[in-house]
């Protein structure tokens, strides 16, 4: 019986930096260790700050979701000063955040993760009129000529005969685990081409309501920019120009979703079946909720509904309670922190600690001690459960909750690929649900943006709610958590706030749901989970590894801390 050890570190096509230890026997992965090997964050730096600050510094734990952490810490202190905000206020948030779903889940097909499954270099023995003919047969997108793809075709020509293969360079060009032929590996090519131009686009919506992109603008109580419907309003304030271009990126998000996305992943999807088989992981599936009609106590108002799946059943939803000191905990058994509770207890992030424990390895080393601690990534759990978010984990819950939309989508994609329920709890199904999605986002952003036009003409243009802005007006003691779906998963923010200031704020993030490490009790994290039994042919080019990590969009920079030895904050930032 032969055994190895295959080290893919760092995985690439992320943002942050991962580790990944497969144990291989006759080839089968039996088990595997996911490390974060980076340390950074914040929540000690805003510790002592102004809570309606928070969102600015908070913001700043990843550069990928640029707005997601803004929104969660908003909502946090709102929650804590049970601060209510104006409609339209409400509905920009929608669209701001469901514009980041979409941009996210497109530069994730495309740029990080088609790859896995597009031989790049098997595109230039491809019939560009051949090509025309597939992506006509899949859509109406109207570049799809013989004509694009030749172009296309010989830009790529040029770029490999230069020898310099740049963004494409170090890719397991040639491996028989590929299977698309050579028109549908130019057809997606020239297509990653196209998703980069689009992203452009969307980052206006972002842009208009937020003042910038990435990192755009947010306020606790509200929108941060007004509507203004009179002519010559000033630059800050939204007016009817900056409205219809936000029409226009809907208009823009719908097609390139319709037309590019959903064919490229049903058509990528056929060649690869055997993936709908494949990555499963540890079978309980967890959504926060996100896109409220209301207000964010209506949970029942929520468009992607709260709820727990356990053991792949989908006949039921369970409760989820975030203050529930018993239910959300992170532990720290096989993580470089310590408790002063002891390493084998868990914490409600109401009362979290980041406290340094570094006992690992120094760069360059071989191999990590999986027996002891091994990760910057603390390990959260539900009830003491392991539970998977993101994409598939929300749209498993609006399948089960009985969502008409989600459900025709699904059982129209399962039919097409002649596949049962049971493959969407795999690594194909997590890169299906992320594009199905898009689709039910991008559709329901319409009636956003016709709800704020209806509100606009009959005169509220409120954004904004000042009623509990000023410090005088809070108790003298408040928590709150806020929540929200990240592209990723699940996120929220939990804030302690004191005498008008920050005492302690924990944010647990999706990436840390699933790329933490095994917990005290020896349960392995939903990555180390859905590794096993995987085979793996050619350990030297471990593209299986990368095609189950990738379907759950690792962003590792979010999932960290960062503390000095003595757990001092190692940067000040000074607002000026």
């Known amino acids: 019986m032969s055994k190895q050890t295959v080290v893919v570190d760092p995985v690439t096509r992320i943002e942050g930096h991962l580790r990944i230890e497969a144990e291989v026997r006759d080839g089968v992965i039996t088990g595997a260790s996911s490390s974060g090997t980076m340390v950074r964050g914040l929540e000690i730096i805003l510790q002592g700050r102004d809570p309606r600050d928070a969102w600015a510094f908070a913001q700043r734990i990843c550069g990928v979701c640029t707005l997601v952490h803004g929104i969660a810490s908003v909502r946090a202190v709102e929650d804590a000063l049970h601060y209510p905000i104006p409609q339209n206020a409400q509905l ?40 025309a003919a597939l992506a006509q ?9 013989p004509g694009y793809f030749a172009e296309v075709k010989d830009k790529f020509a040029r770029f490999v005969a230069s020898g310099q293969l740049g963004i494409f360079a170090n890719g397991y060009w040639g491996s028989p685990a590929y299977k698309l032929p050579p028109e549908a590996n130019l057809m997606a090519l020239a297509h990653y081409l196209d998703a980069l131009t689009w992203q452009r686009e969307v980052a206006k919506l972002h842009a208009i309501f937020g003042g910038k992109n990435p990192h755009p603008n947010f306020v606790v109580g509200g929108a941060p920019a007004a509507i203004s419907v009179a002519a010559g309003a000033g630059a800050t304030a939204v007016n009817m120009t900056g409205l219809e271009i936000v029409q226009n990126v809907i208009r823009e998000i719908r097609s390139f979703v319709d037309q590019v996305y959903l064919p490229d992943t049903l058509a990528i999807a056929g060649f690869y079946k055997d993936w709908f088989s494949k990555g499963e992981g540890v079978g309980n599936f967890m959504a926060y909720g996100e896109f409220p009609s209301k207000d964010m106590e209506d949970l029942g108002g929520l468009m992607i509904p709260r709820g727990i799946i ?31 509770v002891g390493k084998d207890q868990g914490l409600h992030p109401f009362v979290g600690q980041t406290h340094l424990d570094y006992t690992g390895p120094k760069p360059p080393y071989e191999h990590l001690d999986t027996a002891a601690s091994y990760s910057w990534i603390k390990s959260p759990r539900w009830q003491g459960k392991v539970m998977e978010v993101g994409p598939l984990a929300r749209v498993l819950v609006l399948y089960a909750s009985g969502h008409q939309q989600t459900r025709a989508l699904v059982e129209a994609t399962l039919r097409k690929l002649d596949l049962p329920v049971q493959a969407l709890f795999s690594t ?48 003298a003691e408040a928590r709150g958590v806020g929540f929200t779906e990240a592209p990723r998963g699940a996120l929220a923010h939990w804030v302690v706030i004191k005498d008008g200031l920050i005492d302690n704020y924990q944010a647990v993030v999706p990436s840390t749901w699933n790329a933490g490490p095994r917990d005290a009790a020896g349960q392995d994290g939903p990555y180390e989970a859905a590794l096993k039994g995987t085979e793996l042919p050619d350990p030297a080019q471990p593209l299986e590894i990368l095609r189950t990590i990738h379907s759950f969009d690792p962003c590792i920079a979010c999932a960290v801390h960062l503390v000095d030895p003595a757990g001092k904050e190692l940067l000040q930032v000074k607002v000026c």
Do not use: C
Request: aromatic share 10%.
């Open 92 to 131: 920009i948030r929608n669209l701001m955040i469901a514009a980041q779903f979409v941009h996210d889940h497109v530069m994730h097909f495309y740029q990080l993760h088609a790859l896995d499954w597009v031989d790049v270099l098997s595109a230039l023995q491809a019939d560009p009129a051949k090509t």
């Open 137 to 145: 047969s899949l859509s109406n997108y109207p570049r799809s000529s």
């Open 310 to 340: 356990l053991n792949r059943d989908l006949s039921s939803v369970h409760p989820l309670d975030l203050r529930a000191p018993d239910q959300v905990q992170e532990f720290v058994g096989h993580s470089w922190y310590s408790y002063t």
């Open 428 to 475: 194909m199904g997590r890169t299906a649900a992320r594009t199905l999605e898009s689709k039910i986002i991008a559709d329901a952003m319409q009636g956003w943006y016709d709800q704020l036009m209806a509100n606009i003409r009959a005169g509220q243009l409120e954004t904004f709610n000042p009623a509990r802005w000023e410090p005088s007006t809070w108790p």
